[in-house]
């Protein structure tokens, strides 16, 4: 099933919570939240005490994207906050199975994350302990950024070899997505899309969610 996990980074946070339930009466299946530290990323966004907040408002599928150095330090603070889905980026992490193994412990869903300069072959050791693969299509950081189209081919080698390999785990991309390019995306395999600019900064935040919805009825998986 193809799911939708609207990225709140592109939200109005002095009414985030309004926002949240918008996106989530119109359907959509995770919320992805941003964490970044400005330092693993140039750029600070929200936090812990954010997400404890939002869980109260909502029972969605909190998909955590950490844009943080040694996210292995705050993985049991982030599973209190709420987490449900915990991605840690291959880059930022000195012990990618430690930090994996961790996240299970707590009974939440992996994920590894790569930027768009990091060769999707650097995934396949940590694949069979993986829930989710998130594929970076912009340069992570900040929102509303053009996606990299080089990004196809890279989604389209991992969708192969998961398939080849019997795996099991979700392909996600994350940055540029839009109504127009999401079906190339899908085409290419991936079954999680992320959308922050496409939903948030549109005058109809439900309509935009149900228009993703359209297209991914359509879609071939
Ligand atoms: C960027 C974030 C993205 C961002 C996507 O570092 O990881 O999740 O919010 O925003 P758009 O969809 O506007 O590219
Ligand atoms: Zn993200």
């Known amino acids: 099933m193809i799911k939708l996990s609207p990225s709140i980074l592109s939200a109005d946070f002095a009414a985030l919570g309004d926002n949240i339930r918008k996106v989530e009466n119109a359907g959509a299946h995770y919320l992805h939240i941003d964490v ?25 599928t909190f998909d955590v994207h950490l ?22 980026h291959l880059e930022a992490s000195e012990d990618i199975k430690g930090s994996l193994a961790s996240i299970k412990s707590f009974n939440k869903r992996t994920g ?18 993986l ?11 900040f929102g509303g950024q053009s996606f990299i189209t080089s990004t196809l081919k890279k989604i389209e ?24 390019n999401v079906n190339d995306i899908l085409n290419a395999g991936a079954n999680v899309i992320v959308s922050g600019s ?7 935040i439900e309509e935009a969610v149900k228009s993703f919805y359209d297209i991914f009825k359509n879609a071939k998986k």
Request: cysteine-free.
């Open 67 to 88: 844009m943080i150095t040694k996210p292995e330090r705050y993985i049991k603070a982030f599973v209190d906050a709420g987490a449900d889905i915990i991605n840690i």
């Open 131 to 141: 829930d989710l693969a998130l594929i970076m299509s912009v340069n992570p950081g």
């Open 157 to 180: 080698k991992l969708a192969n070899y998961v398939s080849k390999n019997n795996l099991v785990l979700d392909i996600e991309v994350d940055g540029g997505i839009t109504l127009e």
């Open 36 to 60: 970044m530290d400005g330092i693993f990323v140039p750029n600070i966004s929200l936090g812990i005490p954010v997400i404890k907040s939002i869980r109260n408002v909502t029972d969605m």
């Open 112 to 129: 590894l994350t790569i930027n768009p300069n990091t060769k999707v072959e650097e995934m396949y050791p940590y694949l069979e302990n």
């Open 198 to 204: 496409s939903i948030f900064s549109s005058q109809d």
